[in-house]
């Protein structure tokens, strides 16, 4: 717990707030970009906290949440196969697809089973020669480098039975992507402390630069967070534009080379879609052509139905930052974690699901 | 405890279906097996019921169904936690245990000896709480259909008349009070069925709480209700609670004792603490002029050393409301999650 009760120790907390608030001359709208930024936010309460000095717009990164409607129905489609082993983090056994969701197969019969690392998968694939096994590998450079490593080794290992359908993504693309759009409001960001730590923070220069937006890569505890904001506040005041790392305990410019070499040789930047946001040009990652035959795309021939999602789901501009969830008709109405019209409601990281758990009024 | 070193009494090492059929091998398995294991006056009647002895009163039954993986665990194992569960239910409604049943359902291929063992540890276990295992039940069901061995009890115990414990006894500006910290089962049975090693093993809190229960009425500790926190841990409870009694808890978490083990593993794999299962942790609702006593008896037994006031019931509220008041001193409102909890992806 060392290096984390220390960044929840209130006293210091209330004083970044009192900093904050003295800086602050303006309702300035700052974005946190990681849904584990949002859930720990809510849950201390720090958005509440600071309200009337800064309006926190809650991001992106949520790994479940942005992952595509017509990804989950490959999924769905290849963990129906008879041969299958069908892997992934637990999560994303719940987000709807158009027809069904995987934990609802997996009650059906299908072979579906949760994993804690990728590596797992390849133990089962190892373990059931007989069987394919196929790793649904999701998320941002944070777990990529894992699940790179994970295809590496089975090429290492003439592993032909295993193979991964591919959801990762890349941060800055989106970054450059939600300041490109015109009705951004968003003023300041606070940079993903976990994906950095992989990834480093040159890639977010020529953003701050281009878009006269100060990026601050922040970590995850209340003080993380509230030394970001108020690095960010200080850059708005003080017209400054710049890359800084309130994350230096454990984020190095550069990041971690050996993580970045290994998503480097197995993965390429691709066009992807993200759920409710559209196509972004090199925001996703997929393997490279060596790598091929570890494509669970083309391992198995999979043509999914028609997408089909909700109509009156707004998470699309949830993810955005243009509102906040309750201001959803359907919030807490006719969608609940119980119920999810859309992924934000699904994830544990999702912004929808966190104002859902954390401030909830009663009896909705 | 010596059993389990001799040999097995049974010719077979493990179980097969004529265990369940009916016959010889299936009376073998009762008389050499689970009669010995469970040597009491009652059972030895070889009655299709057990007749009881129970004084004049009120009587708490209750029962509970053990499915666990693994079946041995640190801090205990399936027999174990099938007499401490059922136990621990008759205890929160102040009743003092007095009989158990015992059900087995076996899958075919289990291990005598593991059987054994697990038989064992509950006749220790209920001994030790001074309860006797009088009826039972054995079914063997074929290899694939359950997972080595499923346990339901039943228990009978007996409530003085002038106890009252249960949520509509709950009153605006009661203390609410742990007795233990928390989450230790819960996340012990998880590192060691998914082989997840962390520096510091975990010990599952698997104790039968019907003695300590038992110390405060005995003290005249004024309770107005008791809850165990197994599944669901702390939140579930509560919120059960204060809907069933139509009251608002507020609950400081900085004053939630938790283990520094117990909370890092959470950390580590994104889990609330206060959603996690416990079987030897309960709250406690007593009115804040019994809180001293309270304390002093509690912090006497070995299983309410740790024991803490996490909170207080503030108001009335028609569909029940509990709010956590965090470190810095903003409050949520604490609410069940859905479905499963998974471990965060990162």
């Keep these: 717990m060392k290096y984390q009760q220390e960044f929840r120790d209130p006293k210091l907390a209330h004083q970044w707030i009192e900093a904050i608030r003295e800086t602050s001359k303006q309702p300035w709208k700052i974005m946190e970009v990681c849904g584990g930024q949002t859930h720990s936010l809510l849950k201390h309460g720090i958005d509440q906290l600071l309200a009337g000095s800064v309006e926190l717009i809650h991001g992106p990164g949520c790994p479940v949440c942005v992952t595509p409607i017509a990804t989950i129905d490959n999924a769905l489609a290849i963990a129906q196969q008879d041969n299958v082993i069908f892997c992934s983090f637990g999560d994303m056994l719940r987000v709807p697809g158009s027809e069904s969701d995987l934990l609802s197969l997996k009650a059906q019969g299908a072979d579906i089973r949760i994993v804690y690392s990728p590596m797992d998968a390849l133990s089962l694939a190892q373990e059931h ?236 | 405890m010596s059993e389990q070193n001799c040999p097995l009494p049974l010719s077979y090492q493990h179980i097969v279906m004529a265990h369940g059929g009916g016959g010889r091998l299936m009376q073998q398995l009762l008389d050499d097996l689970i009669q010995p294991a469970f040597d009491n006056p009652l059972l030895k009647q070889k009655l299709d019921s057990a007749v009881l002895e129970i004084q004049a009163g009120k009587i708490s039954f209750t029962t509970d169904s053990y499915v666990i993986k693994p079946l041995f665990f640190p801090g205990g194992d399936i027999g174990k936690l099938a007499v401490c569960g059922t136990l621990n239910d008759l205890a929160m409604s102040g009743a003092r245990p007095l009989y158990l049943s015992c059900s087995l359902i076996i899958e075919e291929g ?83 069925r998914d082989n997840l090693q962390f520096a510091h093993p975990l010990q599952s809190d698997c104790a039968d709480l019907s003695g300590l229960v038992g110390e405060l009425l005995a003290e005249n500790i004024e309770i107005h209700c008791l809850r165990d926190l197994t599944r669901g841990g702390l939140a579930a409870a509560l919120i059960e609670i204060a809907a069933s009694a139509g009251l608002h808890f507020e609950i400081n978490e900085a004053a939630i004792p938790i283990n520094e083990h117990v909370q890092s593993a959470c950390e580590v794999l994104g889990f609330d603490p206060l959603t996690i299962a416990n079987e030897g942790a309960m709250a406690l609702f007593v009115p804040e002029s019994g809180v001293d006593d309270a304390f002093k008896v509690l912090s006497r037994h070995p299983l309410g050393k740790s024991a803490r006031l996490i909170g207080k019931v503030v108001e009335k509220d028609q569909h029940g409301l509990v709010t956590l008041k965090n470190a810095l001193g903003v409050s949520r409102v604490l609410d069940l999650f859905s479905g499963e909890q998974f471990p965060r992806i990162c």
């Design chain 2, 110 to 192: 289990f291990a005598i000896a593991d059987l054994q063992k697990i038989l064992a540890s509950m006749q220790q276990t209920a001994a030790q709480a001074g309860v006797a295992i009088v009826t039972g039940d054995t079914k063997v069901v074929n290899k694939g259909q359950a997972d080595g061995v499923y346990i339901n009890t039943s228990g009978i115990g007996v409530i003085d008349s002038s106890i009252k414990i249960n949520p509509q006894a709950v009153k605006t500006g009661d203390c609410i009070l742990v007795n233990s910290d928390l989450g230790r089962h819960g996340m012990a049975v998880m590192l060691e």
């Design chain 1, 129 to 364: 020669p007989q069987r394919e096994v196929v790793f649904f590998g999701v998320g941002f450079e944070t777990t990529a480098p894992a699940t790179a490593l994970t295809v590496y080794q089975a090429r290492q290992l003439n592993l032909a039975n295993f193979s991964l359908l591919c959801a990762h993504f890349r941060v800055p693309p989106i970054i450059d992507a939600l300041l490109d759009a015109g009705d951004c409001e968003i003023q300041g960001f606070l940079g993903a402390g976990h994906v950095c730590t992989v990834m480093g923070y040159q890639e977010y220069l020529p953003l701050a630069e281009q878009y006269r937006t100060p990026i601050v890569i922040t970590g995850f505890e209340p003080v993380d967070l509230l030394q970001g904001i108020h690095r960010t506040v200080q850059q708005l005041e003080t017209k400054q534009y710049s890359v800084e790392n309130q994350y230096a305990r454990v984020v190095k410019p550069d990041g971690n080379r050996q993580a970045r070499e290994l998503i480097n040789t197995v993965f390429t930047p691709v066009d992807a879609e993200w759920r409710g946001l559209g196509k972004v040009a090199d925001s996703g990652l997929t393997l490279v052509e060596e790598f091929r035959p570890w494509n669970a795309e083309y391992r198995f021939s999979v043509k999914p139905a028609a997408q089909r999602q909700s109509m009156v789901c707004r998470s699309g501009e949830v993810l955005k930052g243009l509102i906040k969830p309750p201001a959803c008709g359907e919030f807490g109405v006719n969608c609940t974690p119980d119920h999810p019209l859309g992924a934000t409601m699904v994830s544990s990281e999702g912004a929808c699901a966190a104002y859902y758990h954390y401030r909830k009024l009663p009896h909705v």
